[in-house]
Nanobody, 129 residues
Framework: VQLQASGGGLVQPGGSLRLSCAASGAVSGFSFDYYAIGWFRQAPGKEREVVSCIGSSDGSTFYIDFVRGRFTISRDDAKNTAYLQLNSLKPEDTAVYYC???????????????????WGQGTQVTVSS
């Protein structure tokens, strides 16, 4: 499956953005709803880290502590698209955000980047006044 991330930009602290992850070309027999979706980010000079994930079957979600209560992950399987709503943005949220998709990811492994086979190209989020 090919992923296209979009929606990044420059925003002031306290502002909001909505990132989208559009999927196409799903593996034969596996529609978008079979895929778990993860959002990861990488700031300059730092390791890539998980931000939020959403499961394929029950839609269970995961958030890192730093974004819980500010970010919301969702998916619209009819549109083959996942979203990450970013609210109350902080300068520390500045990074390139990547979406990823994977099949047959068990809940305990959903937060690990190695669980995902398919990655989008990333979208830049810059939080600055």
């Amino acid at each position: 499956v090919q992923l296209q991330a979009s929606g990044g930009g420059l925003v002031q602290p306290g502002g909001s953005l909505r990132l989208s992850c559009a999927a196409s070309g799903a593996v034969s027999g596996f529609s978008f709803d079979y895929y778990a979706i993860g959002w990861f980010r990488q700031a300059p000079g730092k390791e890539r880290e998980v931000v939020s994930c959403i499961g394929s079957s029950d839609g269970s979600t995961f958030y890192i502590d730093f974004v819980r209560g500010r970010f919301t992950i969702s998916r619209d399987d009819a549109k083959n698209t996942a979203y990450l709503q970013l609210n109350s943005l902080k300068p520390e949220d500045t990074a390139v955000y990547y979406c990823a998709a994977g099949l047959r990811i068990i809940v305990s492994m959903i937060r690990f980047s190695s669980s995902y086979d398919n990655w989008g190209q990333g979208t830049q989020v810059t939080v600055s006044s």
